[in-house]
C-alpha cells in the first residue's frame, strides 16, 4: 500500500474503531516511563508510515501492520489536534538509538518514530511493523510494545507504552505487571476482528 492510498484509507469511523472500544472506560491511560531510547536526533521523516523512510521503494522487514487510535478526555470526547509522538524498536528488537546495546540488527529502512496529530476528530492511523521482543537485562525480556507521548495544550503530556494482545511476555514483564488489572488493560491493545494485521488503541488525557 502506497502512501496515498493509505492517506484515502484513512477513514477511522469506518474501520470498526468504534465497535471495536465500545466497552472501554474513560479512565486515564497509565503513564509509563519514557525509557531510554527516544529519540535524541531530528529526523526528516517522521510521517505516519514507518515501514518505509522517503519515496523508496524499500520497505522495513517483519510484519506489517496498522494502529488506529483515539485520544478522548475524561468524557470520552474527542481530543482535536493532539500530537501523537510514537518510537519503537523495530521487527528484531533494535532501537536506531545509540545507546541500544542490543546485538540485533539496525533496520536501515524502518523509520522508527513519528509524529502524528489526532486530527478534527482525534483519531490517529499510522502504519508500522510489529515489534520484537529485546533484553532489558540478563533477566528480563520486554514484550512487543510501542511508546506513546501525547501532548496537547491545556492537558497532561502523557508517555506511556501500548502493549499487544495475548503476548505471553506481558505476563512477566516487570513494568506492565506494576500495573494493576484494570490498568493493564488500558495498555493492551484490541486486535481488529475485521482488518488483518490492525490494532485499536484508545487514549484517555487529562486536562492540565
Request: proline share 7%; with cysteine; net charge positive.
Amino acid at each position: 500500500m502506497n502512501r496515498r492510498h493509505f492517506l484515502k484509507a484513512g477513514v477511522i469511523a469506518g474501520l470498526g474503531f468504534t465497535d471495536a472500544s465500545a466497552n472501554r472506560s474513560y479512565h486515564p491511560t497509565p503513564a509509563e516511563v519514557k525509557g531510554p531510547f527516544y529519540p535524541l536526533a531530528g529526523q526528516k521523516d517522521k510521517d505516519f508510515d514507518l515501514t518505509r523512510i522517503g519515496d523508496t521503494n524499500k520497505t522495513a522487514s517483519g510484519q506489517h501492520i496498522t494502529v488506529i487510535g483515539c485520544v478522548l478526555n475524561a468524557n470520552g470526547e474527542p481530543v482535536e489536534e493532539a500530537m501523537v509522538d510514537i518510537w519503537q524498536a523495530n521487527a528484531a528488537g533494535k532501537y536506531a538509538h545509540s545507546f541500544d546495546s542490543n546485538p540485533a540488527p539496525v533496520d536501515s529502512n524502518f523509520q522508527g518514530w513519528a509524529i502524528v496529530s489526532s486530527g478534527k476528530r482525534g483519531e490517529f492511523k499510522f502504519k508500522t511493523v510489529y515489534p520484537g521482543a529485546y533484553p532489558a537485562s540478563h533477566n528480563w525480556t520486554r514484550p512487543p510494545h510501542i511508546h506513546f507521548k501525547i501532548f496537547k495544550q491545556g492537558y497532561k503530556e502523557l508517555i506511556t507504552q501500548m502493549y499487544f494482545p495475548n503476548h505471553p511476555l506481558n505476563d512477566i514483564d516487570r513494568l506492565l505487571q506494576a500495573k494493576t488489572l484494570e490498568q493493564q488493560q488500558l495498555m493492551i491493545a484490541e486486535k481488529s476482528i475485521g482488518l488483518p494485521h490492525t490494532y485499536h488503541y484508545q487514549v484517555v488525557i487529562q486536562k492540565a
